[in-house]
Protein backbone atom coordinates (compact mmCIF):
# COMPACT_ATOMS: atom_id res chain seq x y z
CA UNK A 1 0.00 0.00 0.00
CA UNK A 2 2.99 2.34 0.86
CA UNK A 3 4.21 1.56 -2.86
CA UNK A 4 1.07 2.54 -4.50
CA UNK A 5 1.09 5.69 -2.40
CA UNK A 6 4.42 6.69 -3.29
CA UNK A 7 4.04 6.58 -6.87
CA UNK A 8 0.75 8.15 -7.02
CA UNK A 9 2.50 11.15 -5.32
CA UNK A 10 4.87 11.04 -7.95
CA UNK A 11 2.72 10.95 -10.68
CA UNK A 12 0.85 14.14 -9.29
CA UNK A 13 4.28 16.24 -8.63
CA UNK A 14 4.71 17.03 -13.11
CA UNK A 15 1.24 18.01 -12.72
CA UNK A 16 1.78 20.27 -10.01
CA UNK A 17 5.04 21.92 -11.13
CA UNK A 18 2.79 22.53 -14.85
CA UNK A 19 0.52 24.21 -13.09
CA UNK A 20 2.53 26.97 -11.66
CA UNK A 21 4.05 28.63 -14.64
CA UNK A 22 -0.08 28.52 -15.55
CA UNK A 23 -0.96 30.47 -12.22
CA UNK A 24 2.15 33.21 -12.48
CA UNK A 25 0.40 33.71 -16.28
CA UNK A 26 -2.84 34.31 -14.81
CA UNK A 27 -0.80 36.66 -12.25
CA UNK A 28 0.30 38.50 -14.84
CA UNK A 29 -2.78 39.05 -16.50
CA UNK A 30 -4.27 40.04 -13.22
CA UNK A 31 -1.68 42.96 -13.50
CA UNK A 32 -2.68 44.64 -16.29
CA UNK A 33 -4.41 47.62 -16.62
CA UNK A 34 -5.69 50.54 -19.42
CA UNK A 35 -4.48 53.88 -20.26
CA UNK A 36 -7.03 55.36 -22.93
CA UNK A 37 -6.50 57.66 -25.93
CA UNK A 38 -9.06 60.09 -27.62
CA UNK A 39 -9.06 61.12 -30.90
CA UNK A 40 -10.57 63.32 -33.33
CA UNK A 41 -11.54 63.64 -36.62
CA UNK A 42 -13.79 66.43 -38.50
CA UNK A 43 -15.15 65.31 -41.88
CA UNK A 44 -17.91 66.79 -44.38
CA UNK A 45 -21.07 64.86 -45.74
CA UNK A 46 -20.83 64.74 -49.49
CA UNK A 47 -24.25 66.93 -49.80
CA UNK A 48 -22.01 69.70 -47.24
CA UNK A 49 -22.97 73.28 -48.36
CA UNK A 50 -18.34 74.01 -48.30
CA UNK A 51 -17.90 70.96 -50.33
CA UNK A 52 -20.11 72.18 -53.20
CA UNK A 53 -19.39 75.71 -52.73
CA UNK A 54 -16.11 76.25 -51.66
CA UNK A 55 -13.98 73.25 -53.09
CA UNK A 56 -10.38 74.71 -51.76
CA UNK A 57 -10.94 77.26 -50.17
CA UNK A 58 -9.40 78.08 -46.66
CA UNK A 59 -11.13 78.38 -43.26
CA UNK A 60 -11.22 77.50 -39.72
CA UNK A 61 -12.62 75.08 -37.08
CA UNK A 62 -12.81 75.27 -32.95
CA UNK A 63 -14.60 72.30 -31.25
CA UNK A 64 -15.97 71.84 -27.55
CA UNK A 65 -15.58 68.09 -26.17
CA UNK A 66 -17.18 67.50 -22.74
CA UNK A 67 -14.68 64.85 -21.03
CA UNK A 68 -15.34 62.38 -17.87
CA UNK A 69 -12.86 60.08 -17.09
CA UNK A 70 -13.68 58.23 -13.73
CA UNK A 71 -10.79 56.13 -13.12
CA UNK A 72 -9.45 56.51 -8.83
CA UNK A 73 -5.75 56.93 -10.20
CA UNK A 74 -6.37 59.08 -13.09
CA UNK A 75 -9.84 61.50 -12.86
CA UNK A 76 -10.78 64.25 -15.30
CA UNK A 77 -13.84 66.30 -16.05
CA UNK A 78 -13.87 68.80 -17.95
CA UNK A 79 -13.86 70.70 -21.68
CA UNK A 80 -11.50 70.15 -23.90
CA UNK A 81 -11.46 73.20 -26.86
CA UNK A 82 -9.02 72.09 -29.84
CA UNK A 83 -8.93 74.60 -32.80
CA UNK A 84 -8.05 73.81 -36.30
CA UNK A 85 -6.86 77.02 -38.64
CA UNK A 86 -5.50 76.68 -42.16
CA UNK A 87 -7.99 73.95 -43.14
CA UNK A 88 -8.15 73.48 -46.35
CA UNK A 89 -11.99 71.95 -47.83
CA UNK A 90 -10.89 69.29 -49.95
CA UNK A 91 -12.53 67.98 -53.43
CA UNK A 92 -14.23 65.55 -52.11
CA UNK A 93 -16.12 63.97 -49.13
CA UNK A 94 -13.34 61.14 -49.05
CA UNK A 95 -10.86 63.22 -47.41
CA UNK A 96 -11.26 64.85 -43.91
CA UNK A 97 -11.47 68.49 -42.76
CA UNK A 98 -9.11 67.84 -40.06
CA UNK A 99 -6.74 64.54 -40.37
CA UNK A 100 -7.35 62.40 -36.82
CA UNK A 101 -5.51 64.46 -34.31
CA UNK A 102 -4.90 63.59 -30.58
CA UNK A 103 -7.52 65.01 -28.15
CA UNK A 104 -6.69 63.48 -24.86
CA UNK A 105 -4.46 61.21 -23.29
CA UNK A 106 -4.41 59.59 -19.86
CA UNK A 107 -0.53 59.38 -18.28
CA UNK A 108 -1.38 56.95 -15.47
CA UNK A 109 -2.06 53.05 -16.00
CA UNK A 110 -5.49 52.69 -13.78
CA UNK A 111 -7.88 49.59 -13.24
CA UNK A 112 -10.53 48.95 -15.81
CA UNK A 113 -13.89 50.47 -15.04
CA UNK A 114 -15.23 51.33 -18.62
CA UNK A 115 -14.40 53.78 -21.08
CA UNK A 116 -14.35 57.23 -20.61
CA UNK A 117 -17.55 59.35 -21.09
CA UNK A 118 -16.85 62.27 -24.33
CA UNK A 119 -19.19 64.12 -26.08
CA UNK A 120 -18.97 66.97 -28.79
CA UNK A 121 -21.28 69.64 -27.94
CA UNK A 122 -20.35 72.70 -30.10
CA UNK A 123 -18.53 73.15 -33.40
CA UNK A 124 -17.71 76.71 -34.30
CA UNK A 125 -15.65 78.26 -37.13
CA UNK A 126 -15.79 79.67 -41.00
CA UNK A 127 -14.69 79.05 -44.53
CA UNK A 128 -13.92 81.86 -47.21
CA UNK A 129 -14.43 85.75 -46.69
CA UNK A 130 -16.80 88.25 -48.38
CA UNK A 131 -19.95 87.68 -49.77
CA UNK A 132 -19.18 83.47 -50.11
CA UNK A 133 -18.45 82.89 -46.45
CA UNK A 134 -20.03 80.21 -44.30
CA UNK A 135 -20.15 80.42 -41.16
CA UNK A 136 -20.27 77.68 -38.74
CA UNK A 137 -21.99 77.43 -35.46
CA UNK A 138 -23.18 74.39 -34.00
CA UNK A 139 -24.41 73.41 -31.06
CA UNK A 140 -26.55 69.95 -28.71
CA UNK A 141 -29.71 70.77 -28.01
CA UNK A 142 -30.31 71.72 -24.29
CA UNK A 143 -33.46 71.54 -21.91
CA UNK A 144 -35.54 74.49 -21.67
CA UNK A 145 -33.87 75.93 -25.10
CA UNK A 146 -35.03 76.57 -28.80
CA UNK A 147 -33.54 73.68 -30.23
CA UNK A 148 -30.43 75.35 -32.33
CA UNK A 149 -30.63 76.06 -36.30
CA UNK A 150 -27.80 73.95 -37.37
CA UNK A 151 -28.44 71.22 -34.07
CA UNK A 152 -25.06 69.32 -33.78
CA UNK A 153 -26.54 65.70 -32.62
CA UNK A 154 -24.11 63.84 -30.56
CA UNK A 155 -23.31 60.06 -29.82
CA UNK A 156 -24.14 58.43 -32.95
CA UNK A 157 -22.01 54.95 -32.38
CA UNK A 158 -19.89 54.07 -35.22
CA UNK A 159 -18.62 49.96 -36.05
CA UNK A 160 -15.84 49.35 -33.23
CA UNK A 161 -12.30 49.26 -35.63
CA UNK A 162 -8.83 48.74 -35.56
CA UNK A 163 -5.56 50.89 -36.77
CA UNK A 164 -2.25 51.78 -36.42
CA UNK A 165 -3.18 52.69 -32.97
CA UNK A 166 -4.65 49.86 -31.97
CA UNK A 167 -8.58 48.81 -31.01
CA UNK A 168 -11.48 51.62 -30.58
CA UNK A 169 -14.79 52.39 -30.20
CA UNK A 170 -16.23 55.67 -32.51
CA UNK A 171 -18.62 57.75 -31.96
CA UNK A 172 -19.68 60.62 -33.95
CA UNK A 173 -21.58 63.85 -33.86
CA UNK A 174 -23.37 65.37 -36.72
CA UNK A 175 -24.47 68.66 -37.68
CA UNK A 176 -28.21 69.35 -39.49
CA UNK A 177 -27.54 72.37 -41.87
CA UNK A 178 -23.52 72.51 -42.31
CA UNK A 179 -23.46 68.52 -42.91
CA UNK A 180 -20.35 68.16 -41.10
CA UNK A 181 -18.81 65.15 -38.92
CA UNK A 182 -17.18 64.88 -35.85
CA UNK A 183 -15.42 61.84 -35.15
CA UNK A 184 -14.25 60.91 -31.65
CA UNK A 185 -11.92 57.55 -31.29
CA UNK A 186 -11.73 56.10 -27.97
CA UNK A 187 -8.70 53.92 -27.38
CA UNK A 188 -7.67 51.31 -24.28
CA UNK A 189 -4.30 50.52 -24.13
CA UNK A 190 -3.05 47.52 -22.27
CA UNK A 191 -0.25 48.45 -19.47
CA UNK A 192 1.35 47.25 -16.11
CA UNK A 193 -0.21 47.95 -13.63
CA UNK A 194 2.05 48.90 -10.09
CA UNK A 195 1.81 46.19 -7.56
CA UNK A 196 0.20 46.89 -4.89
CA UNK A 197 3.32 47.17 -2.24
CA UNK A 198 5.23 50.01 -4.75
CA UNK A 199 1.75 52.10 -4.11
CA UNK A 200 1.41 51.46 -0.60
CA UNK A 201 5.45 51.99 0.07
CA UNK A 202 5.41 55.43 -2.36
Known sequence: MRFRAFWRLLALLPLAFGLAPIGKALGAAAELGVRHRIDVMVSAEPDAPILS????????????????ANSKESKFFG?????FPDIVVPDGAGKPLVRQTKLWEED????????PKVTATQLGGHFA?????????????HIGLL????????????????DSLGAFY????QTRNSRLNVDLKIYSIDCPLESRQGRQGS
Open 79 to 83: MLRPS
Open 129 to 141: DGEGRIEISALSR
Open 53 to 68: RLRGGKGELSLTVRLS
Open 147 to 162: VPPDELTPGIKLDPGS
Open 108 to 115: VCHQRRGL
Open 170 to 173: AFRA
